[in-house]
């Protein structure tokens, strides 16, 4: 069965540290995968997106993932937190017959001043 | 702006009694999809559309029920025989594909009075 596994409940960095997230997949095929982030009472918002090409995509606020089929994952990161970063992750895949997304656990994040 | 509307953003239920949750997109997409996000749980797929007049069940659609009469509108019910509905109810649209990114609402808590 296809899922997505965030093996990471919370993690604390201190502002202006590197932050990486977890994702690992169990897919198939080639998976589309995709990194959201809620803030608390909010919904979910894209961050961004794998479908083919380069293993490294771009996102908006400064993230990045790197897809790594060989270690069936997805990471998240970016280079120096700010404290408006705290939220909790979602990493979700996609590609489903039905066009629906798995999503992960989450990940929360905190960030020490 | 174009975007998804979920109303009301707290919702109390009585025991024994059905409530509904309001959903309304003007992305004019096709599909549409309601979550269930308790802590620690990541989300969890309830119920699907895909097409006006038509719609499938998550994984976990007892004690819900759904209906699309039009595009922009998936109001979701719940329904007395859900016995533990006290948590966050996400409604996200996409276009039709499995491609595609969902957007999100903001969000309906429930809780039990």
């Known amino acids: 069965a296809q899922s997505v596994t965030q093996p990471d409940i919370h993690i604390t960095v201190s502002e202006g540290a590197s932050l990486e997230l977890r994702c690992n997949y169990s897919?198939?095929?080639?998976?589309?995968l995709f990194w959201y982030v809620q803030s608390p009472g909010q919904g979910l918002q894209l961050l961004l997106k794998?479908?083919?090409?380069?293993?490294l995509v771009q996102g908006i606020k400064g993230f990045e993932a790197e897809f790594k089929r060989s270690q069936s994952s997805f990471n998240l990161r970016k280079p120096s937190v700010h404290w408006s970063d705290a939220a909790e992750y979602f990493c979700?895949?996609?590609?489903?017959?039905?066009?629906?997304?798995?999503f992960g656990k989450g990940t929360k994040l905190s960030v020490k001043p | 702006d174009g975007g998804i509307t979920q109303s009301p953003k707290y919702l109390f239920r009585k025991e024994g009694q059905n409530v509904t949750l309001s959903c309304e997109q003007n992305?004019?997409?096709?599909?549409m999809y309601w979550y269930r996000q308790d802590p620690g749980q990541g989300l969890r797929l309830i119920y699907y559309?895909?097409?006006?007049?038509?719609?499938q069940k998550g994984d976990i659609a007892e004690g819900y029920s759904v209906s699309r009469e039009k595009k922009e509108s998936f109001p979701l019910t719940v329904t007395s025989a859900q016995k533990n509905p006290t948590a966050f109810y996400l409604c996200?649209?996409?276009?039709?594909?499995?491609?595609?990114?969902?957007?999100f609402g903001d969000g309906t808590r429930l809780s039990i009075l």
């Open positions: 996200a649209s996409s276009p039709m594909g499995v491609l595609q990114p969902q957007h």
């Open positions: 897919y198939g095929a080639t998976p589309y």
């Open positions: 794998y479908f083919s090409g380069d293993t």
């Open positions: 979700a895949g996609g590609g489903g017959s039905q066009g629906n997304l798995i």
């Open positions: 992305l004019n997409h096709d599909a």
């Open positions: 559309s895909q097409i006006v007049n038509d719609f």
